[in-house]
């Protein structure tokens, strides 16, 4: 996730009519508002509130924390007993795990035991020991999710899907066809940090999302994004993690070593056209570093991508256009 920021604008001429809806909720454990536009307040509202309620329908299908959910089901069952899920988790989960066989595993769905065991957002988090974590890492393994007929199941025990570096994406993705369905034109979509920029800004221009320095006080951005029915996705290392002994230890995960991704990354904020896909990829640039990711980046849809890097205590950034 993270802080975007956006550069504060306001109506010029032919916009000064438009009315403006803004809902916030609390859900997939961060702050989602969703800021629309239309010609009438009406319209506007109960655009603002379908985008709520889509994300909600995503949550209880997707969360890894909801009894009832799809995602919840799996990881109780699948591992025993294939688990019959709906239209729309086959054709997320297809998608995603596509996305981890051309990353080659550096983004991997099953990486939840890996998750469970370092448990970052424990009161008092500990760094498991090598034996642990080799534990995990043999149930982490996207090849071993068998999907057929509708059922899923796990070719090996103890494995666990986890959409954290994915359903957010999906879910913005989902928001703005929502918002396309109701009429609306220009919209600014945020799930803590997944933007989604529909249309045009009160200025009348394109969307300006300022990418916040991993280094600063809130609110200080070192480049400015501009998006018009455009998505920004941010995955960084400097929101959730817990500090022992000097050293950082973050929520991405590299599943080859079982550590949370040690390459030089403060942040990586991809844009695009589809959330999903951006979603994925900042979390999979995270952990492969630009220069394998370079190498392979002909096979991934996406505009561009910024990186902060940490070199012995100063942050610089790089901007990456796909040609
Ligand atoms: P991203 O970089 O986009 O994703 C990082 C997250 O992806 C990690 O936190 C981990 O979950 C997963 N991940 C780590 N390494 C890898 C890897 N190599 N490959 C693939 N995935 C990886 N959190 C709660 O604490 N409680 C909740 O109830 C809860 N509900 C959620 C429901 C949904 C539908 C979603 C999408 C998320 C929910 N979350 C919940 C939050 C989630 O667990 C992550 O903390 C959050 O999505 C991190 O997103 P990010 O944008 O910061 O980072
Ligand atoms: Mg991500």
């Known amino acids: 996730m993270l802080i975007l920021l956006l550069i504060a604008t306001s109506f010029p001429g032919c916009r000064e009519k438009e009315k403006k809806a803004t809902e916030t909720a609390m859900c997939l454990d961060t702050i989602v508002t969703v800021t629309c536009y239309a010609d009438t307040q009406e319209k506007a509202d109960k655009a603002a509130k379908a985008a709520i309620s889509e994300v909600q329908r995503i949550e209880l299908l997707l969360s890894a924390y909801i009894e009832t959910s799809d995602i919840y089901q799996i990881n109780q069952n699948a591992a025993t007993?294939?688990?019959?899920?709906?239209?729309?988790?086959?054709?997320?989960?297809?998608?995603?795990?596509?996305?981890?066989?051309?990353?080659?595993?550096?983004?991997?769905?099953?990486?939840?035991?890996?998750?469970?065991?370092?448990?970052?957002?424990?009161?008092?988090?500990?760094?498991?020991?090598?034996?642990?974590?080799?534990?995990?890492?043999?149930?982490?393994?996207?090849?071993?999710?068998?999907?057929?007929?509708?059922?899923?199941?796990?070719?090996?025990?103890?494995?666990?899907?986890?959409?954290?570096?994915a359903a957010k994406g999906y879910a913005a993705d989902k928001v703005f066809e929502v918002l396309k369905k109701h009429g609306i034109k220009n919209a600014l979509i945020d799930l803590g940090g997944n933007i989604y920029a529909m249309g045009r800004s009160e200025s009348d221009a394109p969307w300006k999302i300022g990418l916040q320095d991993p280094d600063k006080e809130r609110g200080e951005h070192f480049y400015v994004m501009e998006l018009s029915d455009k998505t920004c996705v941010t995955s960084g290392s400097?929101?959730?993690?817990?500090?022992?002994?000097g050293k950082i230890y973050h929520h991405i995960i590299d599943p080859e070593t079982g550590y949370p991704a040690d390459g030089n990354l403060l942040s990586v904020s991809v844009s695009g056209d589809s959330s999903f896909e951006a979603d994925m990829l900042s979390t999979a640039i995270f952990v492969m570093g630009t220069e394998e990711f370079e190498k392979i980046k002909s096979n991934f849809?996406?505009?561009?991508?910024?990186?902060?890097?940490?070199?012995?205590?100063?942050?610089?950034?790089a901007v990456y256009e796909k040609q």
């Not at 596509?98 to 990353?103: A, L, N, S, V």
């Not at 769905?109 to 009161?123: D, G, H, S």
């Not at 642990?132 to 059922?151: C, F, H, L, P």
């Not at 849809?301 to 950034?317: A, I, L, P, R």
Request: hydrophobic share 35%.
């Open 238 to 245: 400097y929101e959730r993690y817990f500090e022992k002994d």
């Open 301 to 317: 849809n996406y505009d561009k991508y910024v990186v902060v890097t940490n070199n012995n205590g100063t942050s610089n950034h």
């Open 81 to 165: 007993t294939p688990v019959k899920v709906s239209d729309e988790t086959v054709s997320v989960l297809s998608k995603a795990l596509d996305f981890c066989e051309k990353t080659s595993g550096a983004f991997d769905i099953t990486i939840k035991p890996l998750v469970e065991l370092w448990n970052i957002k424990a009161e008092n988090p500990q760094v498991p020991t090598d034996e642990q974590i080799g534990a995990a890492r043999d149930k982490v393994d996207y090849k071993s999710v068998v999907i057929e007929d509708g059922y899923v199941r796990f070719l090996k025990e103890g494995m666990k899907i986890d959409l954290g570096g």
